[in-house]
């Protein structure tokens, strides 16, 4: 119950961060967000299993989308696609 509530507070959180209008601020907080969303993910998914982990990781995921985007182009194009569109 504990990782449930903790990754509803990370989520709030990481949505009152995106309301704010400022530019400069956005990825030092998305690196943040991470660190603690990747431990948060490990919580989930020892205490609900795989199912209530992959929920929390598309929420997360679809409030962090540029740095996933970012994330899959550099791992394309480390992997030899130089056509790293997506």
Sequence with gaps: MLSALLTLCWLILANVI????SRSHHWPAAYVLMSIGVPLLVLVYK?????????ALLGMVSI????VRYFIRWVRRKLGNE???L
């Design 18 to 21: 995106a309301m704010f209008p």
């Design 47 to 55: 205490e609900h299993g795989p199912g209530w982990a992959g929920l």
């Design 64 to 67: 962090l989308r540029w740095p």
């Design 83 to 85: 056509e790293a569109g």
